[in-house]
């Protein structure tokens, strides 16, 4: 699997794959609001378990990738493979917080589960910005490679 | 009870495991073209003393006569009872040395850039640092509060890049820093373009140049005579622990500069200064460097003769624009059983060098060639490389 070639500039350039990610929650965010459902049906519960699962595994998977990701990227040498190596651990985790908000989102017309739509969007959101481009992780990253004997290597892979 | 300190065993068990733990060999003499490492006598192609003046009698004599007058320590921190006159001589003639205004010493290099960076930079400001550039500066860039960016290795179209990046950003002030000579490969900074980047959105310019002090420029005055750029870097940092032979740093550049180090530079404030007798030393290295541009020029000669040889045995030497001569071998563990070869079967001691000092893959011996080296042992020396050479099939 190959990723597009995100090049130069930290997390200048990623912003726009994030904002993908970030475009369809604010959306069903806004058409929820105009929108909102009357009244839950009488599956409203069944749908909020379900979209709570989801959540619950989801939001810890974002955790779990961006770990195993940073030590993936500790691992790597090259420029490439540390820059394929970032936006892989960036997307995936990105997909991870999104994943629940758009599944509650597709229950709140069939169910009305307004609420439940709207907390969890809330929380992917939160994710979305933790998961996304930031120049504190990267810092961060960079650090472990020096505290390693190496030098600014994800700025460096992430700059070239 | 808990052993609080099992980590370290832990980590030091690692970094073996990785084979990344460093075997430190004893030296048992003094600094030469030939060493005696564990009793034995061996041809040194490892050292930094470019101009073999780590032994030099002009600079023990020096260093002598200091212990005489002066004894053997400073008694404080520069600031309190710490600068002798000493101190300010040598100041004084690395400032002529150089052609600036002023100089101020420190402990090391390494120590310099650690004073230097964050009394430049801090919040809201922008440090623009070459990717190569030595761990002296990754770590000064670390004590500044500034952010940070990276350029690709001697990149100045990236460098203006991000330049323009930091201006957008509304940077306050932005400090661009490079290495004057790449240790590992021995390449040059572009610091004449890299200068008029910076001049282009008002940046300052910082060059380290700890591995051209005393080998580029007229008679070894660095890369900022090489370029002909006096006036136009803002902060030269050198060392005197290399081609100058003895120990300590110094950072040279405009009166203003040197003031403000000496209130704000930490470790000229909260730490000792260098030894009477080591300054008297780097006293008299600059002197023989001021008089006379043979040593340097012994020095260029021995790198041509060495280089030659070297490549009409068949040897890559990568892209070293300097005395610095990397054998280029690419895997870890051939640069590693060529250097213990050269060791154990040649007598001759040139240290590999492999991830993550330099990336995986490129691999290499780095061949240090001095001053002090004489034609014969530049001979043996590319004749005990061509001998393991083919014998593990790297040249013919």
């Known amino acids: 699997m190959s990723f597009p070639d995100i090049d130069r500039r930290g997390t200048r350039r990623l912003r726009w794959i994030w904002a993908l990610f970030v475009a369809p929650v604010v959306a069903a965010i806004a058409l929820v609001v105009v929108v909102a459902p009357s009244q839950p049906d009488g599956s409203a519960v069944w749908f909020t378990v379900v979209v709570v699962l989801a959540a619950v595994v989801d939001f810890a998977g974002v955790f779990w990738i961006r770990w195993v990701g940073a030590e993936a990227i500790l691992s790597l040498d090259s420029n490439d493979e540390i820059r394929v190596a970032y936006l ?15 599944l509650a989102f597709a229950f709140v017309f069939a169910a009305g589960t307004t609420e439940v739509f709207l907390g969890v969007a809330a929380a992917a959101l939160l994710l979305l910005a933790y998961a996304g481009p930031r120049s504190s992780d990267i810092e961060l990253l960079d650090d472990r490679m020096v505290d390693a004997g190496r030098s600014f290597r994800v700025s460096a892979a992430l700059d070239s | 009870m808990t052993d609080k300190t099992a980590f370290i065993r832990d980590e030091v068990q690692a970094l073996k495991d990785q084979g990344l733990y460093n075997t430190i060999r004893t030296i048992e003499g003094p600094q030469g073209a030939h060493l005696t490492v564990d009793g034995r006598e061996v041809l040194n192609f490892c050292s930094n003393n470019y101009l073999g003046l780590a032994n030099d009698a002009r600079l023990v004599e020096a260093a002598k006569g200091a212990l005489a007058r002066y004894g053997v320590g400073p008694g404080a921190v520069r600031t309190i009872a710490g600068t002798m006159i000493l101190h300010t001589e040598l ?55 500034a952010a940070r960016k990276i350029y690709p290795h001697n990149d100045v179209a990236a460098l203006r890049e991000r330049l323009a990046e930091a201006r957008a950003e509304g940077a306050n002030r932005i400090l661009t820093i490079t290495d004057g000579v790449f240790s590992m490969d021995g390449d040059l900074a572009p610091l004449d373009r890299i200068v008029d980047a910076a001049d282009e959105f008002d940046a300052m310019v910082m060059v380290d140049d700890a591995h051209g002090e005393g080998v580029v420029g007229r008679g070894g005055r660095g890369i900022v005579d090489h370029f002909g750029l006096h006036g136009r870097v803002d902060v030269e940092v050198g060392t005197m622990s290399k081609a100058f032979g003895a120990v300590g740093g110094y950072v040279a550049g405009s009166n203003e500069l040197i003031e403000w180090l ?135």
């Open chain 2, 91 to 145: 100041e004084s003639a690395l400032a002529r040395f150089k052609g600036v205004d002023a100089t101020i010493s420190f402990q090391s290099g390494f120590v310099a850039n650690l004073a230097v960076i964050p009394a430049l930079v801090g919040a809201g400001d922008v440090i623009i640092s070459d990717e190569l550039n030595h761990a002296s500066i990754v770590d000064g860039v670390r004590l500044a509060k």
């Open chain 2, 262 to 396: 000496r209130q704000r530079g930490r470790p000229f404030l909260f730490s000792s200064a260098v030894t009477p007798p080591d300054v008297a030393a780097c006293l008299a290295a600059v002197g023989i460097l001021d008089a006379s541009t043979e040593l340097v020029d012994r020095l260029w000669s021995n790198a041509a003769v060495f280089k030659a040889m070297m490549t009409s045995y068949g040897f890559d030497l990568g892209s070293s624009d300097t005395p610095i001569t990397p054998v280029m071998l690419g895997e870890e563990h051939l640069a590693r059983e060529f250097s213990r070869r050269l060791l154990e079967d040649r007598a001759v001691f040139a240290q590999a060098i492999s991830f993550p000092t330099v990336p995986r893959g490129k691999a290499r011996i780095r061949v240090m060639i001095s001053a002090a080296h004489s034609e014969r042992d530049l001979e043996d020396g590319a004749t005990a490389f061509a001998a393991v050479g083919r014998e593990l099939g790297v040249v013919p």
């Open chain 1, 88 to 102: 892989r651990r960036m997307v995936l985790s990105c997909a991870f917080a999104v994943t629940p908000a758009l």
